[in-house]
């Protein structure tokens, strides 16, 4: 503790930021929902660019899977509360942040949370928890930042009066109330999130259709891989740097993916050409998901 100083720990980002700028971040609550993958990356960045007063909440313990990607998955921490865990290495980077915990009672303390954390970081891959927390947003008046289910790195904006991707991706419980969402709905609602990423990316190019049919279809996790969850983890920390400051990011709430192999950005299609591959991407995963 005595170590630590928060001028000297964020000097070096002058030049980036004014100093008055550095004064906005340190004040800024954040929420970050999902502390694995992309939502640790993302915790690791914004807590070390200085926001100093976050909010966090996983239902899931570290496992041996998750060290290929989570930056706080080691051997000592494998089968320990990722959320409790995620906080003391958080702590360690600034032992004067304020930290809170939730597990699975986040959900029911959403209204609590989002009505003191108005930047919010989805880093969970739970579709019903997802559908909630945009619905609360909505209400709340938060800026959720996200990223699709891609295997390229990608992000997106939606701020308060965006429309939710629920109703941008046309999914099956748009409207209906949420007791009323089936687990057939949150599967069609998986399908076509993929069907906008393959619309609207080259991230068909990058990956085993054999075994992303299996995800599709639920029968195995979801394939992930360290550069690209936290590159994708990063950029949501820029988003949300560029929301703590008022400045115009780079994604907007249709966002946009990375290439790190072509070295380009690839943006959503336009509304025309967007349709006709479509209809040619919803053939080919019917057709794909019929193989599994």
Known sequence: MELFDYMEFTNRNIGFVTEEEQDIIKSTQIFVCGVGGMGGACANSIIRMGVS??????????EVSNLNRQLFANLDTVNKSKVYTTKEQLLR???ELKITCYEEEWVDNIDKIFEKHKIVINGTDDTLATLLMYRKSAEHNCTVIDAYASPLPSVYVVKP???????RLNFPTTGKIFNAITNDDI???VLREVEYVMTNSSSVKYIDLDIAAEFIAGKRS?????PMVITAGNMMAYEALFTI??????ADDRGYFWN???????RPRNIFSALIIRFIV?????????SV
Not at 161 to 167: I, M, S, V, W, Y
Not at 222 to 226: D, T
Not at 260 to 266: D, M, Q, T
Request: proline share 8%; with cysteine.
């Open 282 to 290: 919803k053939r080919f995963l019917r057709k794909l998901l019929k």
């Open 53 to 62: 007063n976050i909010a966090i909440a996983d239902i899931d313990k570290f």
């Open 222 to 226: 979801r394939m992930s891989l360290a």
């Open 260 to 266: 790190p192999e072509k070295g380009k950005i690839e």
């Open 245 to 250: 400051l008022g400045k115009r990011g780079g």
């Open 187 to 189: 599967d069609e609602c």
């Open 93 to 95: 980077i600034n032992p």
């Open 161 to 167: 009066n965006d429309p939710r991707p629920e109703e």
